[in-house]
């Protein structure tokens, strides 16, 4: 092997980490994209299912049926 095959070689293979390493970045970036969308869109849901029951614990109508259950008790 000659001098010129080697260093053929070895900016080849920089090349090729180069674009390696590129690629391993974008899925990591991906991935947590991903992630942070998916965790954005659970908190909003469990934030309306506490709106919900914020809303039934605060109603008169709880309070009643709070009152008839400990009645029956």
Not at 18 to 34: F, G, L, V
Not at 42 to 51: A, D, P
Request: charged share 35%; aromatic share 6%; no cysteine.
């Amino acid at each position: 092997m000659n001098v010129f095959e080697m260093v053929v070689i070895i900016v080849a293979l920089g090349v090729v980490s180069k674009i390696a390493i590129q690629e391993i970045k974008s899925r990591r970036r991906h991935t947590d994209e991903n992630f942070q969308q998916q965790s954005d869109e659970r908190i909003s849901m469990l934030e309306e299912r506490i709106k919900v029951l914020e809303r039934i614990v605060t109603s008169d109508r709880y309070d009643l049926n709070q009152q008839f259950k400990n009645l029956d008790d």
